[in-house]
């Protein structure tokens, strides 16, 4: 597609309760990153993959964070038995090959966990 | 460790004026890119400008120009002829140790432009 792609652009879940954020990057981009920007902060690192291959996942926050790009195009980061402070936008960027390509971002998934 | 800092949380120009925005960053590679993205409220980040590491020369992309100064580790961005669609969430970034990896990005400088 011409952008990266985020849905749900909104979702409000009830604490507990199991969420799946998707991101559908740029055709042929390798790299995909995503991020977590909480209120009023910077975007933080969560975790990285290139191709289908997640090669850092130094960011996730808890074992609850899990992210998967089986097929190496779209990507789903998963959040299990949500928590409050859960609540962010989650942002997707995908890059043909880094920093000398640059990163394209999505508009992203703000999550509300209520 | 490798950080990325943004001192000004909130900024005002007028329009038409000439603001700088400032950001430091803390590591020890060699080999680093820098960036300043543009956050409005649609939430996406929009790139501004880059500058790689091993160029001396500031980057300059129209009315948006860098004063980078790897010495002092310090990446500022000037904005002139401020447009009232500058108003946005502005964040340095940066990728460090080569062009693989992701950015670390700092808290951000909210610049509101006035009439």
């Known amino acids: 597609g011409a952008g990266v792609s985020q849905s749900p652009r909104y979702k409000v879940a009830k604490r507990g309760q199991d969420v799946a954020l998707r991101c559908d990057p740029i055709?042929?981009?390798?790299?995909l990153f995503w991020y977590q920007q909480a209120l009023g902060q910077g975007p933080e690192f969560l975790t990285y993959?290139?191709?289908?291959?997640?090669?850092?996942k130094s960011g996730l926050p808890s074992d609850r964070f899990f992210a998967e790009r089986p097929e190496g195009s779209v990507s789903t980061l998963k959040i299990q038995r949500t928590q409050q402070e859960d609540s962010a936008v989650y942002l997707c960027?995908?890059?043909?090959?880094?920093?000398?390509?640059?990163?394209?971002f999505g508009s992203g998934t703000r999550l509300t966990v209520v | 460790a490798q950080t990325v800092t943004q001192s000004q949380p909130e900024m005002s120009v007028q329009e038409a004026e000439t603001v700088t925005l400032s950001c430091t960053y803390d590591?020890?590679?060699?080999?680093?890119?820098l960036f300043w993205y543009k956050q409005p409220p649609s939430r996406q980040m929009i790139l501004v400008i880059r500058?790689?590491?091993?160029?001396?020369q500031n980057a300059t992309e129209n009315r948006f120009s860098v004063n980078f100064q790897k010495a002092a580790k310090s990446f500022s961005l000037k904005i002139s002829d401020s447009q009232l669609g500058d108003t946005a969430m502005y964040f340095c970034a940066s990728v460090f140790g080569g062009s693989q990896g992701n950015l670390i990005f700092g808290k951000g400088t909210k610049l509101s432009v006035k009439p």
């Open positions: 960027a995908s890059s043909l090959g880094g920093a000398d390509y640059g990163y394209t």
């Open positions: 055709s042929g981009h390798v790299s």
């Open positions: 993959f290139q191709n289908e291959a997640q090669l850092d």
């Open positions: 500058q790689e590491a091993y160029k001396q």
């Open positions: 590591t020890s590679e060699n080999n680093y890119y």
